[in-house]
């Protein structure tokens, strides 16, 4: 059971793996956390209901759950650029877009620890960003009996009570939820799994970390993928293939053309599980290098296969990183 004078420590105690289920319900850590809050106060309003029936766990994932979706009803689906347009030319440029609401990352160090007996261990492949992105294509119920009975093993009765909703209509709402996952996942990893990085996969992320500090773009090239896709949300562009990226950064990263952002400091960090990089720039006369963009790194047979990085630099403090670097 579950009173007023042990509530505080009893929720808390769930905040991290509710947080998770939050990010994967809605692609906003920034969101996350307000329903994370949200579910924490309809729980205390609604603590004379609780009658133990089910474990404290379970009663506020169906809370937080049911005020997801009541978030989602009025809230469109968050995207990456390639699910608005082609790729771009890497000679077009266009201006951010904050009329889109963009997917974000996860930092691993807000994730809940796997040998804490008081939360539920997330596993990697559903935290990774391909899966997050593709979980964002199921409508709002179909993404909730997915995450309920797919990733955290909820029998489909318990997830049918959470959702008001039938067991017909949960497997039902399942089955669709599944066919539509499939195709939004990666086309060249029909049964995808996301692997725990290696010794290898790290090894290549620190030669195009060293490659980025000394902005050299034909290095950075020869660990791409000949297919890799690059992103940068909030810009809508994108870029598709081994040429078009080295094209795209002989223009941002050389001084003498109009496009220059400036010397780039990277550092790793871990996002959604796997590798990443955290970026700060040094614009031209300025004495600091402040952040710049958070990326997120897939592997393919032995090089990157793409790069997501998202320009926004509010997210560093959430990933622990300072505001600012020197030299």
Known sequence: MIDEATFADTVEAHRRELRVHCYRMLGSYTDAEDLVQETFLR??????????????????????TNACLDALASRPRRVLPQHLSGPSDPSAGFPPRTDVPWLQPYPDLELPAPDDPETIAVDRETIALAFLAALQFLPPRQRA????????GWPASATADALDLSVPAVNSALQRARATLRTHLPERRSDWRAAPPGPAEQQLLNRYLDAVRRADPAEVAELLAEDVRTTMPPWPMWFEGRDAVRRALESSWDPARPGYVGELAPRPVGVNGQLGVASYVRRPGEAVFRPFAIGVCTFDAGLIGEIVAFHDPGLFAAFGLPPELRR
């Open 43 to 64: 729980a205390w309003k609604g603590l004379g209901t609780f009658e133990g029936r089910s474990s404290v766990r379970a009663w506020l994932y169906r809370i937080a």
């Open 145 to 152: 009996a997915l995450i309920l009975r797919d990733v955290h």
